[in-house]
């Protein structure tokens, strides 16, 4: 037999936890309750009613049937000679309630209902969580915030976001990322979408390029009036960062704007990436420049046009190869997507100097 008392308790509870209020609780214990009803009790076509009357600790279960003059699906159909008051094709409304709890149907009914009541109630939750996340994060897609840090259990990371749990995936995490040792960090807004038939899904990141980008919008606030422009990131998560940056103001300096004074402003997002390696180019008209300064930190020589018409060769003094190249020729690879050149490092040779 089911105990309301104790089913109201846990719908306080269950409202209280998971942040949703106790009438929807009881709306997806009540629709658990009419599925079993419908599923191994009675007829699975039946139009089912469940109403938990927590006041006068009692259930009510109704079925909905038409008054016809000659009964054909007993599961939808009540003749017109059974009930007074009525005319063909009304809708009644007959109470089941103590049928389901005889002594005979009760036990298998409870059972049925108990297992179902706690499957549905755990995807509705589960659904309605998501709905949830979906709301509060639909306009802020693109954007970083700044979240708590709520659990890390080994791959496992779980941010807390106006008392909302949301796990970053572990595709979107980076390793080199302290989790365990900050309490709060920037976490961008990867992606929030909504599909008809399946449940709202919000992708937290923090391993994408657009991260860097909107990290500096926090500190940099020429970018947002416009001073200053970011073009382009690529990067290599927990490695290095390479930006394209550029302004139409003749007397602005982008890349030293960005910088800060004494560096302060690239610092505070260095900071906030762990130290990751951040270069910023300037986007100027003269395509060789822009890719002289891509292969920062090395200094580059000379570029020249390559064999095709999106590669160059850039020369470099043979002293500045591993700045040039890098580790595993990141840096080149980096300054490549940059610039859309397909870019190769030589040497300059003594004759060629």
């Not at 927590?54 to 279960?61: G, P, V, W, Y």
């Not at 007959?94 to 549905?120: C, L, N, P, Y």
């Not at 100027?284 to 060769?313: F, W, Y």
Request: no cysteine; aromatic share 10%.
């Amino acid at each position: 037999m089911l105990d309301l008392k104790k089913i109201q308790a846990a719908v306080k509870m269950l409202a209280s936890e998971k942040k949703i209020s106790e009438e929807k609780v009881i709306e997806i214990i009540e629709a658990a309750l009419k599925t079993a009803y419908k599923k191994d009790y009675w007829h699975k076509d039946e139009e089912v009613n469940v109403h938990l009357d927590f006041e006068n600790n009692r259930i009510e279960i109704t079925v909905e049937k038409t008054v016809v003059k000659e009964v054909e699906n007993p599961a939808l159909e009540i003749s017109i000679d059974e009930v007074e008051w009525f005319e063909e094709g009304d809708i009644v409304e007959i109470d089941v309630t103590d049928e389901v709890m005889s002594w005979d149907a009760a036990e298998s009914f409870w059972r049925i209902a108990s297992w179902a009541a706690k499957q549905v109630l755990l995807q509705k939750i589960w659904e309605t969580e998501k709905e949830k996340l979906y709301e509060l994060f639909k306009d802020h897609v693109w954007s970083v915030i700044p979240m708590k840090i709520d659990l890390v259990d080994w791959n496992k990371v779980l941010f807390e976001y106006k008392e909302n749990k949301i796990p970053l995936p572990k595709s979107e995490q980076v390793s080199r990322d302290n989790y365990e040792a900050w309490v709060r960090m920037y976490v961008l807004v990867a992606n929030v979408e909504k599909e008809e038939n399946k449940a709202p899904r919000v992708t937290l990141s923090r391993k994408r390029p657009e991260l860097v980008e909107k990290i500096f919008e926090e500190f940099v606030p020429e970018i947002e009036e416009g001073l200053v422009s970011i073009d382009k990131v690529v990067r290599q998560a927990w490695v290095k960062t390479k930006m394209l940056v550029s302004t139409t103001f003749p007397e602005i300096d982008p890349v030293g704007t960005l910088i800060g004074q004494k560096w302060i402003r690239v610092k505070q997002v260095m900071d906030e990436l762990f130290w990751e390696k951040i270069d910023i180019v300037p986007n100027v008209e003269d395509a060789s420049e822009v890719i002289k300064k891509s292969l920062s930190p090395a200094k580059v020589v000379k570029v020249v046009p390559g064999e095709t018409e999106d590669s160059v060769i850039a020369y470099i003094e043979p002293w500045e190869r591993a700045r040039a190249v890098w580790k595993g020729w990141i840096n080149v690879s980096l300054a490549s997507q940059l610039t859309w050149y397909k870019i190769s490092v030589e040497e300059l040779k003594q004759e060629e100097k």
